[in-house]
């Protein structure tokens, strides 16, 4: 007889839940933890209420010790933290790293402009691994992926995540990938088909979630006052 698995929801919590699609992928083992999915997130609302295995935190400021320790304190589930990387450089990467290391964080992430020399000396201080940034078919792509000292590699090529992801496979067939997903089930297959072993996921904002809980609100209003 088929097993079939019991679902449990609340009656209050509203949890964002990630495309079912995404299931479909191998998943990264991570000191004994499968990650799926990632939640693209800085928000710690959202990260509190969503079903993603792991959270990506990856943000356009500066990084800071204040911003990694509130993600991990609220995720409750891995958090691959940015460190840095583009505009944010050198020494400072390093210490932005080996804090989050020791608070916690179960990755780090580099941006795309990291040099490959700065990756291979983090990797010599930090026991974390390193998730290296890939954006462009014009990176050196085996240097990057097979070279300097990244256990990961995230691509979020907009457009041409497909291809990267395909580019990469061709170089090796088992080193771990992740990739953005795209807003649809079909470009998460497309992903997952070019073979991604785990994707990111964008959550709707908070405005986004409002907006229709506000909307189902004035419907309930509407049928109390009729």
């Known amino acids: 007889m088929a097993k079939q698995m019991p679902f449990i929801d609340s009656k209050l919590r509203h949890i964002v839940k990630v495309p079912e699609c995404i299931y479909e992928v191998s998943g990264i083992v991570v000191n004994g933890r499968r990650?799926?999915?990632l939640v693209f997130s800085t928000d710690v609302a959202v990260i509190a209420n969503c079903n993603a295995d792991a959270v990506i935190a990856v943000y356009p400021f500066t990084p800071t010790l204040q911003i990694t320790k509130s993600i991990i304190e609220v995720s409750q589930k891995p958090v691959f933290a940015g460190v840095g990387g583009g505009t944010t450089s050198g020494p400072r990467v390093s210490k932005i790293a080996l804090d989050a290391e020791l608070n916690g964080a179960t990755a780090v992430v580099l941006n795309a402009p990291t040099k490959?020399?700065?990756?291979?000396?983090?990797?010599e201080i930090i026991d974390i691994p390193i998730v290296l940034t890939i954006v462009s078919l014009d990176e050196p792509l085996e240097e990057r992926m097979l070279h300097s000292g990244a256990s990961i590699v995230n691509v979020s090529?907009?457009?041409k995540t497909v291809e990267i992801v395909k580019?990469?496979?061709k170089i090796d067939e088992?080193?771990?990938i992740i990739a953005t997903g795209g807003p649809t089930d079909d470009t998460i297959?497309?992903?997952i088909a070019a073979g991604a072993n785990a994707i990111?996921?964008?959550p709707p904002t908070n405005g986004e979630i409002f907006k229709d809980m506000m909307e189902r609100y004035r419907i309930q209003c509407s049928c109390q006052e009729s």
């Open 167 to 169: 580019a990469l496979r």
């Open 174 to 176: 088992h080193f771990p």
């Open 157 to 159: 090529g907009g457009k």
């Open 200 to 202: 990111t996921y964008t």
């Open 116 to 123: 490959t020399k700065f990756v291979q000396e983090l990797a």
């Open 189 to 191: 297959r497309d992903v």
């Open 35 to 37: 990650i799926k999915s």
